[in-house]
């Protein structure tokens, strides 16, 4: 089994000049929303609303298909992080039509099949989260990444979400990481038998 090294001196990703040019030339911003299917509006509202507490600042009722430009009738509602971005959830009046829209058809999504991940402050406060989620019955999994730690659940819609922070490592492992990506991509594409780089990966997937 073959080695990666990171390089942690002399680069230019411990440079905060280089690392802000590097964002600076990218022409795409911050996520404006994730849209995904909700096989119940109010039952999702009550989830980010209530239990999350994300504002719901807008819904759109929609009369025309922008896909078949054909009439139809569904709603578009977002729900408000904290950097102004959304998370959005579309529902039909039809609820076959939901359910046929739906990439999971509402079941539980593998988490390396599609999941979102959401940034919190502080482990106390993905703790926090945990708790709430917990009382409310929702099912929930720590997981010690080695530069975040998160906890993850699944919403009513079956989409799985992650909320994560950034931990002491992040900075120093991100910039590290920024040093060969490229280079660990291709040696990952090219061998069958490459080690971990993360060498500071905690547990996995604990309950509590």
Known sequence: MTSLTQTTIDSPADNPDVLAARRRTNRIGKLHHHAFMARDL??????????LGLPLVGTWVERVNPTTNQPDNYAHAFFELSDGSCLAFFQFKDLEASLGHSVNKFTPISPFGH????????????????????????????????????????????????????????????????????????????????????TRRGTGWMKS
């Open 42 to 51: 109010e039952e999702t509202r009550h989830f980010y609303e209530d239990l």
């Open 115 to 198: 999941h979102i991940a959401l940034t919190v402050e502080g482990k106390d406060t993905v703790q926090d989260f945990k708790s709430k989620l917990d009382a409310e019955g929702v099912e929930t999994f720590l997981t010690d990444h080695g530069y975040c730690y998160s906890v993850y659940f699944y919403d009513p819609n079956g989409l799985q979400v992650e909320l994560t922070t950034l931990v002491e490592p992040t900075t120093e492992m991100m910039r590290a990481a920024a040093t060969n990506a490229h280079t660990v991509m291709e040696r990952w594409r090219a061998e069958d038998e490459v080690e971990s780089n993360n």
